[in-house]
């Protein structure tokens, strides 16, 4: 088993970023960074990258902001000296619209922590051109390559990237088994061994009794706008009570009608939603998409637990 965990990452670090970014790319249109009106006449101006549908689940991005009202020539030098003093030679580098940087990395199946968007992980593609506003000029601004960023194999791990910033990844093993990811019934301990908000056995039935009637797509969007096959599997793999879980993967096709694509990629989406685990995306879908539902049934149940927690405060203040 090991040797073949071994060979299939040599495999992943052996292919171009280009290669494994092919079904993940979406096409952007009329110079605008995210989304698009309808209707609206398309001219394509490049691409987007979502590195959740990246098929190996282990490319990554850091994304180096820097403060945009710098001269250019001021800019320029932080970007050079954040390449030669923070990053190893082999990252792929993307130059962004306000003379950023973006890092092209392999995750070597570190778990990072969630971002702010934990179904869209989206990164704006080399070559591709936005406009934007500003003081009543509109200007075009373009992403632009650095390096051979599209051909580029065996790029650095996390802890290539943490040996130049003096860092490390090592712990002991009696920290690694205090703070390791753990799931527990009716709680949930995170990678950076915090508790998260408990999510009780009656409020993780409740998320699976509402998952019916819902059109579930492929390709993720805001929840706000469809509900897609990988929001619904990041929400269920969230939930710690195995026969719950159990259930809620089961009710996906029995009770609900998945588009085509949806369909065809089933396999795939359950994969990364094992990656992306986050059972509160439940709550948003149910709100926008089950909207008696949630009234109904989800929000009293919120406020129950909130008064129960409130009544817990009150007795331990009182025993204090």
Known sequence: MERYVIQERANIQAKPISERIKGALIVKVNYIKIGQKECEKKQITGKQIDLNLVEDGDLCVIDFDINKNLSKEKTDVIRQNTIDNMLPANVGLVKTS??????????????????????????????????????????????????????????VNPRDILKKWNADLEILYIQFYKYKITIVFEQQISNVGTIDKKVDAELAQSWVDGLKNLTIHNYPQQITIKESLLCVFSGIYGIANEQIRG????????????????????????????????AWILTKILKFRNKDYYEQTIKPLFKKNYEAKKLEKQILLTKH
């Open 247 to 278: 259930q809620g993967l089961e009710n996906v096709r029995k009770f609900n009608t998945l588009i085509p694509n949806a369909e065809k990629n089933y396999e795939q989406a359950l994969g990364q939603g094992v990656r992306n685990p986050n």
């Open 98 to 155: 306000h003379s950023g940087l973006h890092a092209y990395y392999y995750k070597n199946r570190y778990h990072l922590p969630n971002n702010r968007y934990p179904v869209q992980n989206r990164e704006v593609g080399s070559n591709t051109s936005i406009r934007e506003t500003k003081n009543n000029v509109r200007e075009t601004l373009k992403y632009e390559v650095i390096n051979d960023w599209a051909n580029m194999t065996h790029l």
